[in-house]
C-alpha cells in the first residue's frame, strides 16, 4: 500500500476498547482491544503521509 501510495486497513473489536468499564465480566477482552485500537492509532500515524489510511472502530450495541 506504501508503495502504490493508496489503501485503508480496518481494524474492529467490541465496544470495550473506547469504554473499559462498560462490562466487568469482559476484562480480559478489554486489554487485547485497547491494545489492537492503540496499535492501529499508531501505525495509523506512522503511514498517513504514504497515503495509507488505518481506522479503528468500536462497535458495541
Keep these: 500500500m506504501t508503495e502504490r501510495g493508496a489503501g485503508t ?4 473489536t467490541g465496544g470495550f476498547s473506547a469504554n473499559p468499564g462498560m462490562m466487568r465480566t ?3 477482552i478489554t486489554i487485547g ?3 489492537l485500537r ?3 492509532l499508531s ?3 506512522a503511514v ?3 497515503g495509507v ?3 479503528y ?3 458495541s450495541v
Design 57 to 59: 472502530v468500536p462497535l
Design 43 to 45: 501505525l495509523n500515524a
Design 9 to 12: 486497513i480496518l481494524s474492529t
Design 33 to 35: 482491544a485497547g491494545s
Design 26 to 28: 469482559f476484562g480480559n
Design 48 to 50: 498517513a503521509e504514504h
Design 38 to 40: 492503540t496499535y492501529a
Design 53 to 55: 489510511n488505518v481506522a
